[in-house]
């Protein structure tokens, strides 16, 4: 395993907002996207935290596929819908505004939708509900992503790892927060067992002779790179144990992501032009809010939602197993237990080094440098 460090939140913090203003991002967007970024480390969701920092946006502003300064366009708008374009802009701040918008037509209406095109990755889906939870409002969101998960019965990397999420208020110290690829695994999960040197989950990866990829994650992602693996969708390969539900729930949110914004879908989204040169991913997304006080109240829905959630904690547990858990308590105790900062792997301490000397950032020290 990779050796980590902890870096406390301020320090981290103040550096990526620093980096991401370096790269050119006004400093109130860089501000939203060190939220949402650091906001899935806090959660224990490595996959898009810090180790996404350089490779998923630092380095694609350089290459001149995002843009650093996000210009958003409302395409159309009613009271309760709106269609935005991204033009190529921060994810996270696209994804912010558009979930802000619908929260605020959900207060007004009772409900509200946005949806984008022409945007990049956005960070944890569940940063976005958690903005509707607070609200008062139940929450929901996906995106569609770069073509790597098959369809069942398929081999091919036909559409993206699609997140579908939901968020519903409840009585707890912590909402009910339900953030999950409609793949097994998501691409983000095999770069960080490549980071830390674990293999790949046996099951999760599908090669183009129909066989299932284990072994080195490292190898894994380049087969998925190059197109000859895909990533399996929840249930597994085949149908024995309910692969076509995953494939189902995926395209519902390849609809969802593209139909009503008239926006790119599956192949158009490998970040490829005709010619094999790098381009926009010209991502879509979509967010719904729902506004509990539209209906019986947000207090009755927060005590309901709560009495249900644990229900499903107190119920009878399988032999051996500890506790039941549901959605958004494994993030919040994880939250409780990294008060003290980021642990930070050493693969992304190099990055933070080269990019801090990159761009003069010298008031940074970190503690892998004692």
Partial sequence: ??????VDWKTITNFVIDAFVGYGIPREDAEICADVLLESDKRGIESHGVNRFKPVYL????????NAVTEIEIVKETPTTAVIDGHHGMGQVIGHKAMSMAIAKAKEYGMGMVVVRNSCHYG?????????????????????????????????????????????????????????????TQNGKVEYYERIGEDVHPG????????????????????????????????????????????????????????????????????????????????GHWFIAIDTDHFMGE??????????????????KAPGAERIYTAGEKEYEIRLARESGVPINESVQKEIIAVRDELGLTQYKFPWED
């Fill in 299 to 316: 207090e009755i829905a927060r005590k309901k939602a709560g009495e249900i959630t644990r229900s499903m904690r107190a119920s009878k």
């Fill in 204 to 283: 999760t990866i599908i090669a183009d002779d129909g066989s299932a990829v284990e072994g080195d994650a490292g190898v894994a992602l380049k087969k998925i790179r190059n197109g000859t693996a895909a990533l399996t969708t929840l249930g597994g390969i085949g149908e024995d144990l309910g692969g076509y539900k995953g494939y189902g729930f995926a395209l519902a949110v390849e609809f969802f992501s593209s139909i009503l914004q008239d926006g790119a879908y599956g192949k158009a989204l490998d970040g490829k032009d005709e010619n094999g040169n790098i381009r926009p991913y010209q991502l």
């Fill in 1 to 6: 395993m990779a050796k980590t460090n902890i």
């Fill in 59 to 66: 380095d694609r502003i350089k290459a001149g596929i995002q």
């Fill in 124 to 184: 944890i889906a569940g940063y976005y509900t958690s903005m509707a939870t607070k609200a008062g409002c139940i929450g929901m969101t996906g995106t569609n992503a770069r073509p790597s998960v098959a369809p069942t019965h398929g081999v091919e990397g036909m559409f993206g790892t699609n997140p579908f999420t939901i968020g519903v208020p409840t009585d707890d110290p912590f909402d009910f927060n339900f953030d999950c690829a409609t793949s097994i």
